[in-house]
Every structure is written in C-alpha cells, then in structure tokens.
C-alpha cells in the first residue's frame, strides 16, 4: 500500500548531478565505501585462522565440517541481512540503515572474539553476516544516489573493489598472529576478529557526517529536507574547489510517497524490467560462483597440491592484483561505457580462465597465483559492475530492495554451488596429488563469466553519464515513464 503525499517538481538530481569533484565526495567514498574492506579482512581472517579454531586448547576445537558449517552459516546471514535490511533502506532511509548495518557488525564481531564455544561462534558468523548483507544494499543506492553521475561508474567499481584492500590486509595481518612466537595462539584469532571491531568504529564516526539521501527524501515527502541538504552540498564542494558551480539543468514532477508497497516495487522489477532482471541475474551469478569457488579454496589448494604452508603472501598478492584491476579499469566505465567493459571483462577473464584450466598440471605456487592475478584483474572490475548494473537500472524506490534480492539470489548460487564444488574437485583429486583434477571447476566457472558477458551485449543498458532517473526514472513519477529502453509499458 502507498500513501501518497502531494506532486511536487524538483531540480534535486540535476543539482547533485553537475557537481564538480570535491574533497566531499572523499568523505562519501570513506565513510560509506569501505564496507568492502570489512568484509574482505572477514572472509580472509576466518580462511585464514580455520587452523587455529581447530585446535583445542587454543581455539575451538571445531572440526573442518564445523569451519564449513560456519562459512554457510555468514552466507545465509548475509543473504537474509541484504533482504531484511534491503527493504528498510527503501522504507526507512538510507542513512537509518547505513548506521544501524554497521552497528550490527560491530557488536557481533565483537561476539565473535569472545567466542567460548562452536556454538556462539556460528551465532556470532551469522549475525556478522545479516551486517554485511544489509551494508550491501544501503551503501550501494547511497553511494549512487550522491556521486554525480559523470564519476558513478568509476566510484562505484572501485568501492566495491576494494573487497581486495581488506582481504589482502587480513591476509598480511594472520602471518604475525598465527607465528606461536609472536602471539599467543589462545588470543591470535581473537585479536584479528577484535582488530576488525575497532576499524568499524573508526568508520562509523566518519559516517556520521554523510547526509540522508536527497532523492530518497523528495521522494517521501520531505523535499524541504532535501533542498536543505543539497545546498549544504553545493555550499561545501564551492568552497572546497573555488569554482562557480554550472546551472543545474533539467526538473522531475514526482508524486510523492510516504510509504511505497511491496507490490508496487515487485511488479516494478518482474512487469516493468524484465530484461533487466535477466541482465543482473547473470553478472550476479556468474561473478559469485567464480570468486566464492576460486577465492574461498585457494588456500586449500596452494596447502593440498603445491605444498604451500604459510598461504598468506600468495593471497595477498591475488587480492592485490584484484583491488588494482578496479582501480585502474574503473574509469573507463565512464569512458568507454557499461556495455563495453562489462561485455570485455566478463568475456576476457572468462577465456583466460578456461585457457588456464588445460595448464594447471604444469603451474607451480607463484605461476599459478600470476596467472591467477592477471584473470582477476580483469574480472574484478566486471564483477563490481554487477552491483553497479543493479543500482542504476531500477527505480529509487526499489533500489536497496533490487540490490538485496540480486546480492541474495547471486550469493546463494554461486556462493554455496562454488565452494561446495571446488571442495569435492580438490577431495576427489586430492588422492593422485593431480591439480588438473579440478580444472573442470574453472572451466565452469570461465564458462559462467563469459555467458554474463553475453548476456551483457545484448541486453546491457548504456548507463554512462546519466542520471539515475533518466535511466530508471522513480515509480513515483509523474507522467509513468520508466527507463527509456524498456518504457513502462513494457512486458518482454
């Protein structure tokens, strides 16, 4: 049900689109972006110190079916945190959420440190992940709804890139914390689970300090809030790059929404934008299957066939090769265009990776993490555009929702069949020592990327430079248009 407030025209997206880039939008990128780097020194610490939990007197005493359970167990809480949260963040507002999916992460990594037994630990995973989950979808359409749109491509794939800035740092920071010499074992795991709690803190005091999204506000009749706060906004960056700013170009009439049904933001994403479905389904299952199968069993695999036994640099490594492909790729999202470097990184890390496979037989350690760098230097920007893809080419109203529900669908696929895949693969083959015996695994995943490159070609949208409501313009509007390639009408 909607409850309609009154029909307003407001120039608040031209506004915020036409600003110059400022010291500002540093503070944005800062205080909302580095989610990613949270999640990446989980993923990696907890990979990482499976050894030390196994161990009784100084861990857990879990077993390696337990280690798994707990992985599952972050899984299906970030699955459901992105759905629970994803809708709140198109209720409640952004920033609500934004503060509150981070305080949950905080206290529950904090619960993690603490852990007595197995069965707090899986409590504490799971709360971790329904944090991470909901920061997905608030930080996403916040972060897209504040950058203009002449950098939001860039922006955009570099946040979520720098996945890899955590997970190399929780790579580098287990080397000191599980040398028995340096660190106490009983405490090692704790104070790395501890370290990411504090880093949390620090980036909630930044967080403070970016405002509630002006386009969510106009939309639910609180238009005098967002006039304020844009003003604010342009008050700042003129001051901070000396410049005149240009004349905002360009109005929207809205007819204002307090609340926006269920039904409506469904029908918005199966009626109005079917392709688009299709289109996000892909990126998102193909990215997740390939980096959850490939990432969540290196270790095991550079420990299993190649006698690796300190795996730390060999990941760091990879998850630097994968923070600077976004870095230096994402530009030419904004340059080149969506539907060119989607297409060319999908496609491209997909052939590499299946060439890859009929060479495994002859890698060593440091060949076989080259080779890997180089694939996911290329794939890393193409898998961050999928959350870029889904946060452009819907409608505000929709829009932490659509990013939860492809998050959750794309994770839970790819997420569970990966690892769940590569584990047998690297069991079965473990018997000969044979690492060709899990090539058929980058086969299938090379194959997936290179299906959601295809599907890009065809059916991506040439987001670049646009405002948001020009390419999915808000259900709310007033004369119904919807995205220019797939009108309102639509059905196909």
């Known amino acids: 049900m909607s409850v309609q407030t009154g029909r307003i025209t407001t120039d608040v997206p031209a506004r915020l689109d036409r600003l110059p880039w400022s010291r500002w939008h540093w503070m944005v990128v800062l205080g909302l972006g580095t989610v990613w780097v949270l999640d990446g020194l989980e993923v990696t610490i907890v990979g990482s110190m499976s050894s030390a939990l196994q161990e009784p007197g100084t861990g857990l005493g879990m077993s390696s079916f337990q280690i798994g359970l707990a992985g599952a167990v972050y899984v299906a809480g970030s699955c459901l945190g992105a759905l629970f949260f994803g809708q709140l963040t198109d209720r409640l507002g952004r920033k ?47 972060v897209d709804e504040l950058i203009p749109s002449a950098y939001r491509g860039r922006i955009d794939v570099t946040i979520n890139g720098s996945y890899w800035i955590g997970a190399a740092a929780g790579s580098l920071l287990t080397i000191p914390l599980l040398d028995p010499t340096l660190v106490d074992p009983a405490w090692g795991w704790r104070i790395a689970f501890g370290l990411g709690a504090v880093l949390a803190v620090g980036i909630l005091w930044v967080r403070r300090q970016v405002p509630e999204s002006p386009r969510w506000l106009f939309i639910h009749g609180r238009e005098d809030e967002a ?60 990215q997740a299957f390939l980096y959850n199968a ?20 060999y990941l760091a490594a990879f998850a630097a090769c994968n923070f600077v492909g976004a870095l230096v790729l994402g530009p030419l999202f904004d340059s ?31 060949t076989l993490t080259v080779v890997g760098g180089l694939v996911f230097f290329i794939a890393s920007p193409g898998a961050s555009s999928a959350y870029l893809t889904v946060s452009e080419v819907f409608p505000l109203e929709t829009r932490a929702l659509c990013i939860a529900f492809f998050y959750a669908v794309g994770t839970a696929v790819g997420g569970i069949s990966g690892p769940l895949l590569f584990g047998w693969l690297i069991d079965r083959a473990s018997a000969t020592g044979d690492i060709s015996g899990i090539s058929i695994g980058y086969v299938i995943g090379g194959v997936l990327m290179i299906g959601g490159g295809i599907v890009e070609a065809f059916l991506g949208i040439d987001a670049e430079g646009r405002s948001l409501e020009s390419i999915a313009a808000p259900l709310t509007v007033d004369d119904g248009s919807a995205g220019d390639d797939e009108p309102a009408t639509a059905s196909a």
């Open 227 to 286: 006039d304020a706060i844009v003003a604010d906004i342009e008050g700042r960056v003129q001051e901070e790059t000396g410049e005149d700013l240009p004349a905002a170009e360009g109005t929207l009439t809205v007819r204002q929404r307090r609340s926006v049904g269920v039904g409506l933001i469904a029908r918005s994403v199966v009626s109005l934008y079917p392709r688009r479905t299709v289109l996000c389904l892909a990126l998102f299952v193909g």
């Open 294 to 313: 490939f990432f969540f069993t290196y270790s095991d695999t550079l420990t299993t066939f190649l006698g690796v036994n300190q795996t730390g640099w």
């Open 336 to 366: 080149l265009g969506r539907r060119r470097m989607i297409t060319g990184t999908y496609v491209l890390s997909g052939l590499l990776l299946v060439a890859a496979s009929f060479f495994l037989g002859s890698l060593d350690a440091i």
């Open 96 to 142: 609500k959420l934004f503060m509150a999916t981070l305080g949950v992460y905080t206290v529950a990594t904090v619960l993690t440190a603490f852990a007595p037994a197995p069965w707090w630990y899986f409590l504490a995973r799971f709360l971790t992940g329904t944090g991470i989950g909901g920061e997905y979808a608030a930080i996403n359409s916040a």
